[in-house]
T-cell receptor, first 114, second 108 residues
């Protein structure tokens, strides 16, 4: 298993600003993922972040809006840029475990944009 | 495009089996089906996964139809703590694509 922490756990931000969310894992992992969960909705995959390469974004998500860093095998950041109220969501990071079958999720960052 | 479809909600009596269906009619031959659940907006928790054969673990059983176009998650003896949103997921390579989820309420 993997233990994942995220910072901040929640934040309230003003329209037009940016927020960087941190994801820390207690072990080295190759693949990390970022998801968005809008209020009352399911999880939507934003991007896959591999160390040493650029993140791969899903349809509907772009690097200018959601830049991602992956400086090492235990850490990643997701920035939500130029925020609008529509960006209000829970943002979750996850990692693929050693068996390459199970994904472990962080507790999420609850973002509210006013 | 959604890769899975699930009923939005279900009820189950405590102690009875909960059977949660999922349709994944466009699944490819090498794509796995996973089930996760999410309680009170916590991070999703793994339940079970399968490719072709039925699977069972300490939490649940997964029944996959022979054509692989649908599956059913079975919680054999539902408890109040099983009240959660259950997600059926198709895995494409290393990416997980969540369905809309079924909100299961276990009734005393």
């Amino acid at each position: 298993s993997a233990v994942i922490s995220q910072k901040p756990s929640r934040d309230i931000c003003q329209r037009g600003t940016s927020l960087t969310i941190q994801c820390q894992v207690d072990s080295q992992v190759t693949m990390m993922f970022w998801y968005r969960q809008q209020p009352g909705q399911s999880l939507t995959l934003i991007a896959t972040a591999n160390q040493g390469s650029e993140a791969t974004y899903e349809s509907g998500f772009v690097i200018d809006k959601f830049p991602i860093s992956r400086p090492n095998l235990t850490f990643s950041t997701l920035t939500v840029s130029n925020m609008s109220p529509e960006d209000s969501s829970i943002y979750l990071c996850s990692v693929l475990g050693g068996s390459m079958h199970e994904q472990f999720f962080g507790p999420g960052t609850r973002l509210t944009v006013l | 495009d959604a890769k899975t479809t699930q009923p939005p909600s279900m009820d189950c009596a405590e102690g009875r089996a909960a059977n949660l269906p999922c349709n994944h009619s466009t699944i490819s031959g090498n794509e796995y089906v996973y089930w996760y659940r999410q309680i009170h907006s916590q991070g999703p928790q793994y339940i079970i996964h399968g490719l072709k054969n039925n699977e069972t673990n300490e939490m649940a059983s997964l029944i996959i139809t022979e054509d692989r176009k649908s599956s059913t998650l079975i919680l054999p003896h539902a408890t109040l703590r099983d009240t959660a949103v259950y997600y059926c997921i198709v895995r494409v390579q290393y990416q997980f694509y969540f369905g809309t989820g079924t909100s299961l309420t276990v009734i005393p």
